[in-house]
Structures are given as structure tokens and as C-alpha cells.
């Protein structure tokens, strides 16, 4: 592994004298298979103890893992036949953005999500998934046609946020993110949206108005970064870790809060350990959901999701 | 680099000659674009705008309402709405406390009905003093709430934005609010009511890219700061200082995002005629 995260240490010394084990029992031919075992059940304790108590701010670093498998990863393993398409047709093809259609289980969808690269050369080309104006309006043009062709819409989340530039606030940002929200919340196909790393903000909501909110297990979803909210709020974007805690921005946090609607859970150790496996699981929940959407008339499914939002933030009648 | 940004200026606390009692306190203000030293009542009466150089003082949510609408028609829909601290921070407690202090609001938001030259409207007005106007989950509330009662009153909708965006401090909640007050305007779109949109100085973040932009018109006052991300988190992005008029409301009608700039001495007779000009069932 490539870039192992610090609380991930004692796991990544025990499968470094694993293979070493490995290494010198192939090439001295001694039998060393019960050691290895023991070292391996071992790992799986060690990673299992770790991962089943991460903080908030580990919870950040996994959702930003760059070996996290990105949009396309999921979008290549579930969907079939899947067509991208590109372009906003009024500026250009905004990279960050991957929209198109395919099918899942069979069934015609529309796909829009977040792109971030999965190497230095490619993120830079991706602008890590930080997108610009064109970026959403190529998903609302993607959304209406799939309005037209009645294809449900599959929304995958995972950018920082929208890009700060000087280009992006002259090209409108702020009404390419409202319209996005605009044409989710009257959209008369049914939307699930999942966040399968980071949700970050206006740019992470402009996917995230569904039917359903889904979030992978280790993902993040939250109104700034964690070193955004340091450095506003406290000056200090050094307290990141405390940021993370305050915003409640895990899955968990959110599923309590009443924001997610499900938690689709990860191979032990996160999505990047095993990606076919959290591939598979993000299929079987995208399927149940799916399954319990594509029945109900437009009318009620907009109603719906109005409903859903509309409530949002009224906790426990916080409000009146 | 990036802290440096967000660094508090220190100063010396310097204890303050008595003022003499002649001159009652507030009753000359200096203006903040030409320092022209003005009369304050002077100022209020034309609506808070310099006369000398036309810079917009920033209105609080009453004084704007005096301005907008016609004498004592205003009647206000949940005054008495507080705000929720949902993850009961103390550090959020005191600052609501302290902005309510300095507002004299509730909330960052004032919503109601009124008559502006005679027609019935449902206004919404941010209030900047108020936590800069950051919208949180009773502000986002409110300003739903003020959207349907335009929808079920069938009355147009004006409101009046001024924030620094999401509040933080209520985390995802906030964020979700954005998507609260779009999906309302979805139903007043869908009722073919008409819905102005002000932007004051300044509306930018979440509330920008929410139920600010999304107008049939959108109006400007002038030198408005309007925009997405801030000034800074840009500079600190593309590493160089932003041209003189960066995401001023000047700069944003030449790009093409609000359709006038009007100087608020005009605003009211400006929506007045608009608002004639959406009459139905007439002429």
C-alpha cells in the first residue's frame, strides 16, 4: 500500500512480517503456514478494533483515501452498457463532473457524479473533484433528459466541494449549484444519491437532493471541511480533528440526524481494502432502494422527497 | 499563509474620552466609501444611501421593511421563532445570545406580509448584523414558511438576501436548508407566482447558491458584494489578488446573473412597477 494512514500503522506492520513470513517460507521451502495464520488473525483483530472506533477525523481521512475507489470504479462495476456522455452545451466539458447512461439490473438509469482522479497527474486533470458552473449544469442537462426518457437518476457525491476561482464565480457557481438543487427537488424520475468519500458543502447538495441519501460507511458529509470550520470559527485550521467532531459529519452522525437514509457498509478497513466487495454492496443497496422507488407515481415521489427536505433540520419538533 | 488571512487585528484598549453631552451619540455618521461626515437622520431619510457618493449603507431587516413597504401594513409571521442549537454547543449558545444583544432579533430573518404601493406581497429580509445572516435551521425555516404563505396567499414574493452563507455552526442541518427553501420555490414556480429577488450586501455562500439565484428577477443594490465562495478562500485558491469589482453587483449583471442594479432610493417604486406589471386577471 501506498499511502497508509497513521492509525492504520499497527495494522500495516503486522502485513509487512506477514509477507516477509511468505517471502522466506517460498524461498527456503519451510512450512510456515500456521504462523502466517496466526499473524493473519491477529491483523484481522487488530484492523477490526480500529475500524470499529474511528473518530470523526479518521472517519475524513478514509472518506479522502486516495486509493478510495472513485465514481468510476462504481459506475464501471454496476452499471452495463454505460454510455458517458459530456458537456454542459454552453461552455465546455467540465472533468470533474462524469455523467451518462447505462443500465442496472437491466434497467435503463442516468448516472451523474463527482469525479476526483486517482493519481496526481489525473487529479490535477479533475481538478480533485472540485467542479465549475458547466460541471452541474451538465448534470441538470442529464437530469432533465433522464425526466424525459422516465430513467431513474443515480447520483454519486465524492468533491471537496465547488471550485473557488475566479472563472467559476464568473460563469455563475452559486446559480449553477441553486438550479441543480431546482431541478432535483421537481425531478418526476426517482434520485438516489450516494456519498461514496467526501460530501463537502454547496457542491456536495447540488447531487444530493434524492429520494434516498445513501452513505458509505466511512464516508463524510458536511456543510465545510473540517480546516475551513477550524480556521473560520477558531482561527486555527490546525484543530481539524475537533472541527470533524463538532460538525457531526460521519455516516453515522448523519443517519441520526435524520439527513442519510441508509448506511451501506464497507469491507473491514474501508472501501479501498476490498472495492469489488464495497461495489457489490453499494449494487444491493442501490437495488433494494431502487426497487422500493420505481413503483410510485411522480406526482406522490415528488411530494415525497418535498416532505423529505421540507423536514430537514426539524429535529424532535426543535421548531415550534 | 492561510492564517495569517483569518488573524485578528490586536489593538490596545484605549479607555474613551467622555463624549460631551451636546452631541447625542449616533447623530452623525461618516461615510465608509468618501468619509463625507453625514447627519444621520439625514441619511435614514435617504434610505441610508450616501448623498455625496451613493455608497448603500448596509439596512438592518426594519429599517428595510420602513423603506419597502407602505406605513404599517407589515405584519410579521413567526416573530417569536428562536433558534435551535442542535448539538447544544455552548460556544454557539453565547453567540446567539451576543447577536440577539446586537440585533435585537430573533433570528437573522424577519418574514411577513405587507403592501408595497398597495399590492400584497410576502416579504423576507436578512438582517446582516444578525451573525452576518448565516443561515441556519430556523432561518431556513422561516424563510420556507414565507414561500408557502405566498404559495397559499397567491401574493408575490420578495426577498431580500444578505448572508455570509451556510451556519456552521448547525453543520449538515444548515446545509440542508438550502434544499429546503429551493424545493418551496419549486411550488411557488409551480403556482405561477412571481418571486423578486434582492441582493443586498453582502449574499454570498450557501445562500447565494440556494433561493437567492434563483429569482424570475433578480435585483441588485448597488457595489454589492454577490457571489459564491469568498474573497479570501479565492485568493488563497488561485494564489493572486482579485481585480478591483470582483463579484460586485456590477460585475455580476456584465456577466449576466442579475437582470438590474438598482439604487435603493428607486427600489421601491421599481418593484412597484414590476409588481404592476404581474398583475393577472386584468387589463
Same mark, same amino acid.
Given at each position: 500500500?501506498?499511502?497508509?494512514?497513521?492509525?492504520?500503522?499497527?495494522?500495516?506492520?503486522?502485513?509487512?512480517?506477514?509477507?516477509?513470513?511468505?517471502?522466506?517460507?517460498?524461498?527456503?521451502?519451510?512450512?510456515?503456514?500456521?504462523?502466517?495464520?496466526?499473524?493473519?488473525?491477529?491483523?484481522?483483530?487488530?484492523?477490526?478494533?480500529?475500524?470499529?472506533?474511528?473518530?470523526?477525523?479518521?472517519?475524513?481521512?478514509?472518506?479522502?483515501?486516495?486509493?478510495?475507489?472513485?465514481?468510476?470504479?462504481?459506475?464501471?462495476?454496476?452499471?452495463?452498457?454505460?454510455?458517458?456522455?459530456?458537456?454542459?452545451?454552453?461552455?465546455?466539458?467540465?472533468?470533474?463532473?462524469?455523467?451518462?447512461?447505462?443500465?442496472?439490473?437491466?434497467?435503463?438509469?442516468?448516472?451523474?457524479?463527482?469525479?476526483?482522479?486517482?493519481?496526481?497527474?489525473?487529479?490535477?486533470?479533475?481538478?480533485?473533484?472540485?467542479?465549475?458552473?458547466?460541471?452541474?449544469?451538465?448534470?441538470?442537462?442529464?437530469?432533465?433528459?433522464?425526466?424525459?426518457?422516465?430513467?431513474?437518476?443515480?447520483?454519486?457525491?465524492?468533491?471537496?466541494?465547488?471550485?473557488?476561482?475566479?472563472?467559476?464565480?464568473?460563469?455563475?457557481?452559486?446559480?449553477?449549484?441553486?438550479?441543480?438543487?431546482?431541478?432535483?427537488?421537481?425531478?418526476?424520475?426517482?434520485?438516489?444519491?450516494?456519498?461514496?468519500?467526501?460530501?463537502?458543502?454547496?457542491?456536495?447538495?447540488?447531487?444530493?437532493?434524492?429520494?434516498?441519501?445513501?452513505?458509505?460507511?466511512?464516508?463524510?458529509?458536511?456543510?465545510?471541511?473540517?480546516?475551513?470550520?477550524?480556521?473560520?470559527?477558531?482561527?486555527?485550521?490546525?484543530?481539524?480533528?475537533?472541527?470533524?467532531?463538532?460538525?457531526?459529519?460521519?455516516?453515522?452522525?448523519?443517519?441520526?440526524?435524520?439527513?442519510?437514509?441508509?448506511?451501506?457498509?464497507?469491507?473491514?478497513?474501508?472501501?479501498?481494502?476490498?472495492?469489488?466487495?464495497?461495489?457489490?454492496?453499494?449494487?444491493?443497496?442501490?437495488?433494494?432502494?431502487?426497487?422500493?422507488?420505481?413503483?410510485?407515481?411522480?406526482?406522490?415521489?415528488?411530494?415525497?422527497?418535498?416532505?423529505?427536505?421540507?423536514?430537514?433540520?426539524?429535529?424532535?419538533?426543535?421548531?415550534? | 499563509?492561510?492564517?495569517?488571512?483569518?488573524?485578528?487585528?490586536?489593538?490596545?484598549?484605549?479607555?474613551?474620552?467622555?463624549?460631551?453631552?451636546?452631541?447625542?451619540?449616533?447623530?452623525?455618521?461618516?461615510?465608509?466609501?468618501?468619509?463625507?461626515?453625514?447627519?444621520?437622520?439625514?441619511?435614514?431619510?435617504?434610505?441610508?444611501?450616501?448623498?455625496?457618493?451613493?455608497?448603500?449603507?448596509?439596512?438592518?431587516?426594519?429599517?428595510?421593511?420602513?423603506?419597502?413597504?407602505?406605513?404599517?401594513?407589515?405584519?410579521?409571521?413567526?416573530?417569536?421563532?428562536?433558534?435551535?442549537?442542535?448539538?447544544?454547543?455552548?460556544?454557539?449558545?453565547?453567540?446567539?445570545?451576543?447577536?440577539?444583544?446586537?440585533?435585537?432579533?430573533?433570528?437573522?430573518?424577519?418574514?411577513?406580509?405587507?403592501?408595497?404601493?398597495?399590492?400584497?406581497?410576502?416579504?423576507?429580509?436578512?438582517?446582516?448584523?444578525?451573525?452576518? %445572516?448565516?443561515? &441556519?435551521?430556523?432561518? +431556513?425555516?422561516?424563510?420556507? #414558511?414565507? *414561500? @408557502?404563505?405566498?404559495?397559499?396567499?397567491?401574493? $408575490?414574493?420578495?426577498?431580500?438576501?444578505?448572508?455570509?452563507?451556510?451556519?456552521?455552526?448547525?453543520?449538515?442541518?444548515?446545509?440542508?436548508?438550502?434544499?429546503?427553501?429551493?424545493?418551496?420555490?419549486?411550488?411557488?414556480?409551480?403556482?405561477?407566482?412571481?418571486?423578486?429577488?434582492?441582493?443586498?450586501?453582502?449574499?454570498?455562500?450557501?445562500?447565494?447558491?440556494?433561493?437567492?439565484?434563483?429569482?424570475?428577477?433578480?435585483? %441588485?443594490?448597488? &457595489?454589492?458584494?454577490? +457571489?459564491?465562495?469568498?474573497? #479570501?478562500? *479565492? @485568493?488563497?485558491?488561485?494564489?493572486?489578488?482579485? $481585480?478591483?469589482?470582483?463579484?460586485?453587483?456590477?460585475?455580476?449583471?456584465?456577466?449576466?446573473?442579475?437582470?438590474?442594479?438598482?439604487?435603493?432610493?428607486?427600489?421601491?417604486?421599481?418593484?412597484?412597477?414590476?409588481?404592476?406589471?404581474?398583475?393577472?386577471?386584468?387589463?
Amino acid at each position: 500500500m501506498s499511502a497508509t494512514l497513521e492509525f492504520e500503522r499497527p495494522i500495516q506492520e503486522l502485513e509487512i512480517k506477514i509477507d516477509e513470513l511468505r517471502k522466506f517460507s517460498r524461498e527456503k521451502g519451510i512450512d510456515l503456514t500456521n504462523e502466517i495464520t496466526i499473524l493473519e488473525n491477529r491483523a484481522r483483530e487488530v484492523r477490526g478494533a480500529i475500524y470499529g472506533n474511528l473518530n470523526s477525523w479518521q472517519k475524513v481521512l478514509i472518506a479522502r483515501h486516495p486509493e478510495r475507489p472513485n465514481a468510476y470504479y462504481y459506475i464501471k462495476n454496476l452499471f452495463t452498457d454505460f454510455i458517458e456522455l459530456h458537456g454542459d452545451r454552453c461552455f465546455r466539458d467540465d472533468p470533474s463532473v462524469a455523467g451518462g447512461i447505462g443500465r442496472f439490473n437491466g434497467y435503463p438509469v442516468t448516472v451523474i457524479s463527482h469525479l476526483k482522479g486517482k493519481d496526481t497527474k489525473e487529479n490535477l486533470a479533475r481538478n480533485f473533484g472540485m467542479a465549475h458552473p458547466e460541471g452541474y449544469r451538465k448534470a441538470i442537462r442529464l437530469m432533465k433528459q433522464a425526466e424525459k426518457f422516465k430513467r431513474p437518476v443515480i447520483a454519486f457525491i465524492d468533491t471537496p466541494g465547488a471550485y473557488p476561482g475566479m472563472g467559476a464565480e464568473e460563469r455563475g457557481q452559486s446559480e449553477a449549484i441553486a438550479k441543480s438543487i431546482l431541478t432535483m427537488a421537481a425531478l418526476r424520475v426517482p434520485i438516489i444519491s450516494v456519498v461514496i468519500g467526501e460530501g463537502g458543502s454547496g457542491g456536495a447538495l447540488a447531487f444530493g437532493v434524492g429520494d434516498r441519501i445513501l452513505m458509505q460507511e466511512h464516508a463524510v458529509y458536511s456543510v465545510i471541511t473540517p480546516e475551513g470550520y477550524a480556521s473560520i470559527l477558531w482561527k486555527d485550521s490546525s484543530r481539524n480533528r475537533e472541527a470533524a467532531e463538532a460538525m457531526k459529519v460521519t455516516a453515522q452522525d448523519l443517519l441520526a440526524l435524520g439527513v442519510a437514509d441508509q448506511i451501506v457498509p464497507e469491507p473491514l478497513g474501508g472501501a479501498h481494502r476490498e472495492p469489488e466487495t464495497a461495489a457489490d454492496l453499494v449494487g444491493k443497496a442501490l437495488t433494494a432502494n431502487l426497487n422500493e422507488l420505481l413503483g410510485i407515481d411522480a406526482d406522490i415521489l415528488v411530494a415525497n422527497r418535498y416532505k423529505k427536505f421540507r423536514a430537514m433540520g426539524n429535529l424532535d419538533g426543535l421548531i415550534e | 499563509m492561510v492564517l495569517e488571512f483569518f488573524r485578528k487585528q490586536k489593538y490596545i484598549a484605549v479607555q474613551p474620552e467622555p463624549v460631551s453631552r451636546d452631541i447625542p451619540e449616533g447623530i452623525w455618521v461618516k461615510c465608509g466609501r468618501c468619509n463625507e461626515i453625514i447627519f444621520s437622520k439625514e441619511l435614514d431619510k435617504n434610505c441610508k444611501v450616501c448623498r455625496k457618493c451613493g455608497f448603500h449603507f448596509r439596512a438592518s431587516a426594519y429599517e428595510r421593511i420602513a423603506m419597502t413597504l407602505d406605513e404599517g401594513t407589515f405584519k410579521e409571521m413567526d416573530v417569536d421563532m428562536l433558534p435551535v442549537n442542535p448539538f447544544q454547543s455552548a460556544e454557539y449558545e453565547e453567540k446567539l445570545q451576543a447577536a440577539r444583544k446586537k440585533s435585537g432579533l430573533n433570528e437573522a430573518v424577519v418574514t411577513g406580509e405587507g403592501a408595497l404601493q398597495g399590492f400584497e406581497v410576502v416579504i423576507v429580509v436578512m438582517d446582516s448584523t444578525y451573525m452576518m %445572516a448565516s443561515m &441556519g435551521t430556523v432561518a +431556513g425555516e422561516k424563510i420556507a #414558511r414565507a *414561500i @408557502e404563505a405566498a404559495v397559499e396567499g397567491q401574493k $408575490p414574493l420578495i426577498i431580500f438576501s444578505a448572508s455570509g452563507g451556510a451556519r456552521m455552526q448547525e453543520g449538515i442541518l444548515s446545509l440542508m436548508q438550502m434544499a429546503k427553501t429551493v424545493a418551496a420555490l419549486d411550488k411557488l414556480e409551480k403556482a405561477g407566482q412571481l418571486y423578486i429577488s434582492v441582493l443586498t450586501d453582502p449574499t454570498t455562500g450557501g445562500v447565494s447558491a440556494s433561493f437567492a439565484a434563483l429569482g424570475d428577477i433578480i435585483i %441588485a443594490e448597488p &457595489g454589492a458584494l454577490i +457571489g459564491f465562495a469568498g474573497q #479570501r478562500v *479565492i @485568493e488563497q485558491t488561485i494564489r493572486q489578488k482579485l $481585480p478591483e469589482g470582483f463579484q460586485r453587483a456590477e460585475f455580476l449583471k456584465s456577466h449576466g446573473f442579475v437582470d438590474m442594479i438598482v439604487a435603493r432610493t428607486e427600489l421601491k417604486s421599481t418593484l412597484a412597477k414590476i409588481l404592476e406589471l404581474h398583475l393577472r386577471g386584468e387589463n
